[in-house]
């Protein structure tokens, strides 16, 4: 199977990897003029379901495609390689007697620069670098700057700013990938690729529970004969559905039903494990009833435990909640919910703080997982409730749990309304 590879850059970058990459008959590409978010938006998201893997033609790009988040699909960078370095420097050195210390430099650190010039005994030291700053107009007026103070005659970048450097009156010149750069990228896309295409053929288990006694049409009592219909009803859509993921339908209780398949045709109809899958509901019957459990494993029988154990999750979560759980005991859900959390089973810290408290693992998981989807420590009992998916008065009860126990201590107290008890804010310690 081929590899469709999206990149993303600049005009001239792109031009460049794209030749390089004429010679890789099992990849192809589609390249993306990409410099901004919003060229992500309007060209990138239209088309990322098509895409297996990305590859940007430089760190600019790179930053800009990590910082948006909008692709789950592996993402690999152009690494700035010595010889693009060293053939550039003798260029200007041989044909303009341009010394390395009399230019200005970006999107190369300063170790990889000392690095080179130590490879070749050049005895300079490099002082007008900067490898920190992707804004493209920082670093027009860094280069700018060096070049009209006098400390330097040329600039060498990194970046598509080359014209604008030259409108402005400074010589630049171009870093762009080499051949043995872009080589050493596309051997990490192929193994990669390998890999995912293994774990792609991964069993998959879903549990898949149908409660239409309890949430079915508004003020309506269903006779058995009613719910027999339903149910027959379901299991027509559940074998449609289970055909449309060549997977193998089992009925494993009243209302509870399994279904065998791979990881990557659940991969595909979830969008990634981000959404639950479509499927069919019956007429009249609320799609909430429909509450499932993914389980991921290397064999059917750690498919299945994972199964389980994401369905007991899902439970926790309400019904019409769908849960997956990875082989590697990493547990993500609920599926297309904007507070999606991700959280493992497997770790020696979390067991460490469990010792400190009565709240469950999972519930540790949660909380840590919760902290890092937030970028911060502190939160109120509302916000907690909201990612967790529980009554304020349940999530104000972990929040006391860990304060008595010295995992969180109350930083400030908001008062949202004019009557009513304050708020506390907690800083979680965890």
Not at 318 to 328: A, I, L, T
Request: glycine content about 6%; aromatic content about 8%.
């Amino acid at each position: 199977m081929g590899i469709l590879l999206g990149l993303l850059g600049p005009t001239d970058s792109i031009e460049v990897v794209q030749h390089y990459l004429k010679k890789y008959k099992d990849i192809t590409c589609i390249p993306i003029e990409c410099l901004t978010e919003e060229d992500l938006n309007e060209r990138v998201e239209p088309r990322k379901n098509d895409i297996h893997m990305w590859l940007c033609t430089g760190p600019i790009t790179f930053n800009i495609v990590q910082e948006w988040g909008g692709l789950s699909d592996p993402i690999f960078l152009i690494p700035v390689h010595g010889s693009a370095i060293y053939s550039l420097l003798l260029q200007l050195s041989h044909e303009y007697h341009l010394r390395v210390n009399e230019i200005s430099y970006d999107a190369i650190s300063r170790e990889k620069l000392s690095q080179v010039l130590r490879e070749t005994t050049i005895q300079e030291t490099i002082q007008h670098i900067e490898s920190e700053t992707i804004d493209l107009q920082e670093l027009i007026d860094f280069h700018v700057q060096c070049y009209k103070n006098g400390y330097t005659k040329a600039a060498i970048t990194g970046h598509p700013i080359k014209e604008q450097l030259e409108e402005l009156g400074v010589p630049a010149y171009r870093i762009l990938p080499t051949e043995i750069s872009v080589d050493s990228v596309v051997y990490e896309i192929r193994k990669i690729h390998e890999m995912l295409h293994v774990k792609r053929a991964q069993i998959a288990v879903q549990i898949i529970e149908y409660d239409a006694a309890f949430i079915g049409l508004k003020n309506t009592a269903f006779t058995t004969d009613k719910l027999y219909e339903i149910e027959l009803e379901f299991m027509k859509k559940l074998r449609a559905y289970s055909k449309r993921i060549q997977g193998s339908l089992l009925t494993i209780g009243p209302g509870r039903y399994m279904i065998f398949s791979t990881r990557g045709f659940l991969q595909d109809i979830t969008h990634n494990f981000a959404h639950v899958a479509e499927m069919d509901s019956v007429e009249g019957v609320k799609k909430e009833i429909e509450t499932c459990g993914i389980g991921i494993g290397h064999s059917a029988h750690e498919a299945e435990i994972n199964a389980w154990n994401a369905l007991l999750q899902s439970r926790e979560w309400g019904k019409g909640s769908w849960v997956v759980c990875f082989d590697d005991k990493k547990i993500s859900g609920p599926l297309g919910e904007e507070q999606q959390l991700t959280y493992s089973y497997n770790s020696d810290e979390i067991e460490s703080l469990k010792e400190k408290t009565s709240l469950s693992v999972a519930t540790l998981h949660k909380l840590k997982s919760i902290v890092n989807k937030r970028f911060t420590e502190e939160m109120s009992a509302t916000e907690l409730a909201q990612y967790m998916q529980l009554t304020t008065r349940s999530a104000r009860r972990i929040l006391n749990e860990l304060e008595v126990n010295g995992l969180a201590v109350v930083v400030a107290e908001e008062s949202p309304r004019k009557t009513g008890r304050p708020r506390k804010v907690y800083r979680l310690l965890l």
